[in-house]
Nanobody, 122 residues
């Protein structure tokens, strides 16, 4: 089992940057693929990015490609989401999640953090 805690959210102006971090507890963190999802006001939770257990493979939602970068440090049990060129439509609660299989489907993720708010002002 793994517990996840997100940090790094906040308020930023459009065009700015934020880095979210997901810190995991447990010695088996490197056994999990880790994804980021977000829930915008009035919308369903949606996939943002995922990184494989080794860190060698990643996928991004079309809406964030070229602006967001996911990375991980298995020695520190962390997965980061660097978000650049932020837009007001990136405003959402961001969640990290862990899965034993690699993919973008929300249903494959067994463990979830509590979420962190990101607000982008225009």
């Amino acid at each position: 089992q793994v517990q996840l805690v997100e940090s790094g959210g906040g308020l930023v102006q459009a065009g700015g940057s934020l880095k979210l971090s997901c810190t995991a507890s447990g010695r088996t963190f490197s056994s999990y693929n880790v994804g980021w999802f977000r829930r915008a006001p009035g919308k369903e939770r949606a996939f943002v990015a995922v990184i494989s257990r080794s860190g060698y493979d990643s996928r991004y939602a079309d809406s964030v490609k070229g602006r967001f970068t996911i990375s991980r440090n298995n020695a520190k049990n962390t997965v980061d989401l660097q978000m650049n060129s932020l837009k007001p439509e990136d405003t959402a609660v961001y969640y990290c999640a862990a899965a034993t299989t690699f993919g973008v489907e929300e249903g494959r993720y067994n463990y979830w953090g509590q979420g962190t708010q990101v607000t982008v002002s225009s």
